[in-house]
């Protein structure tokens, strides 16, 4: 039953490569998670981490998009774009007194701080002052010890303690350049996102997502995390395995190996265009049956 709450998601890609399999995964579940609740869905380039950016690879994704028959609604938001309202969250957070100066380099970190959730936790070296000798290299959020906890639609109840588990946290980095971790909290409220469906590799980021927007003041939308595919050992599958491209000019096949992957059931017959495969899939969506977890091989 499509729900009455008003719903906005959207699907964020990197341009670090042409758009591979597990991404479309994400595309697809995000797009027909939105579009069977009659709601919005938007794209967003995550293009904030420009190192990393490979050139021609955001309008390479844009295109394989449009032939797989994705449609979304407004303007393609690049966070390239976005510099001055993280700037301006920074100064807020800054404030609220939330945020330091980090001298450490990550060798420093690296001998000092003990192994958490997510690579070495901060140690908090700089918290209380930086020494008049060093330079500041990053700006870090302080966190408490205090339990974010959040019921995601997949993944069930997550708990995380960041002061424990991550540690204060970067969100303007030695390069100069915002976090991935402020970006998407400020973007996904630009946008007026109320539903986000994406990877479960970002499971463990959600909860400082979490705690950025109580910080800020702002609403918490609410997360589906996708499953990660793993063998049937239950090993992660490799990131060489998980990134093969999707052919643009054959769609159908992957997508379909998409709903298959997302436990969806499949059409008795093969849909033959691409408006017949969408609303069919848009039709019998049913997150409900989406796995924690996937054996399934995410080869198109
Ligand atoms: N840009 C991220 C990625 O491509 C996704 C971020 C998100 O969905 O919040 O992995």
Request: glycine share 8%; aromatic share 8%.
């Amino acid at each position: 039953m499509p729900s009455t709450t008003p719903y906005c998601g959207r699907f964020a890609p990197s341009p670090t490569g042409a758009l591979h399999f597990g991404s479309l995964i994400a595309a697809v579940a995000c797009y027909l998670d939105a579009r069977s609740n009659n709601g919005q869905w938007l794209v967003r380039m995550e293009d904030v981490d420009r190192p990393r950016e490979v050139p021609g690879a955001a309008d390479g994704i844009l295109r394989t998009l449009e032939a797989f028959g994705f449609e979304w609604d407004e303007a393609i938001c690049y966070q390239s774009q976005r510099t001055e309202a993280y700037q301006a969250a920074l100064e807020q957070l800054q404030k609220q007194g939330m945020i330091y100066p980090c001298g450490c380099s990550r060798k420093e970190i690296a001998q000092q701080g003990r192994l958490g959730a997510e690579g070495i936790i901060y140690p908090g070296t700089c918290r209380k002052y930086l020494p008049t000798e060093r330079k500041a290299r990053s700006i870090r959020v302080i966190t408490h010890d205090k339990n974010i906890r959040f019921i995601d639609r997949i993944q069930g109840e997550i708990k995380q303690s960041i002061a424990d588990e991550i540690g204060d946290f970067v969100i303007h980095r030695a390069d100069g350049l915002f976090a991935y971790q402020l970006a998407v909290v400020i973007d996904d409220v630009y946008q007026g996102i109320t539903h986000i469906v994406r990877g479960a590799d970002l499971v463990l980021s959600t909860p400082r997502q979490i705690y950025l927007q109580v910080l800020l003041g702002h609403p918490t939308p609410t997360y589906a995390h996708l499953p990660l595919a793993v063998d049937t050992a239950g090993n992660k599958l490799s990131k060489q395995a998980q990134s093969l491209p999707v052919n643009r000019k054959v769609p159908l096949p992957a997508l379909l190996a998409a709903l298959r992957f997302l436990h969806q059931p499949l059409p008795d017959e093969q849909p033959t265009t691409l408006d017949e495969f969408w609303a069919w899939a848009i039709k019998n969506w049913d997150i409900q049956r989406v796995p924690q977890q996937s054996t399934q091989p995410l080869t198109g």
